[in-house]
């Protein structure tokens, strides 16, 4: 069994930042990419960062300059710095990793963390 379990959400004030940490346990695995998704009330979920095992990122357009993806593989952990937080953020964030696992490759996710931005 491969579990991810994120921490680090909360209300923040506009302007603020917050920094959301998702750690994968378990045994036997190899992890690829890393990445972090977002949902809003009433719309889709979407990518908001990723990471390869080689360190490359992409950020959604929204984000870039003021979030950073960044992994510890020794630990099984990716991480999402916010900065100069939004209003428009505020949302579920969710962890999603590519884990390889005894054979096959399927993508495994954390249960999300709520992200509100509000004076």
């Known amino acids: 069994q491969v579990q991810l379990v994120e921490s680090g959400g909360g209300l923040v004030q506009p302007g603020g930042s917050l920094r959301l940490s998702c750690a994968a346990s378990?045994?036997?695995?190899?992890?690829?990419?890393m990445a972090w998704y977002r949902q809003a009330p009433g719309k889709q979920r979407e990518l908001v960062a990723a990471?390869?095992?080689?360190?490359?990122?992409n950020y959604a357009d929204s984000v870039k300059g003021r979030f950073t993806i960044s992994r510890d593989n020794a630990k099984n952990t990716v991480y999402l710095q916010m900065n100069s937080l939004k209003p428009e953020d505020t949302a579920v964030y969710y962890c999603?990793?590519?884990?390889?696992?005894?054979?096959?490759?399927?993508?495994?996710w954390g249960q999300g963390t709520q992200v509100t931005v509000s004076s």
């Open positions: 990471i390869t095992t080689g360190g490359s990122t």
């Open positions: 378990g045994s036997g695995f190899s992890i690829y990419t």
């Open positions: 999603k990793m590519r884990i390889r696992r005894l054979g096959p490759i399927n993508d495994y």
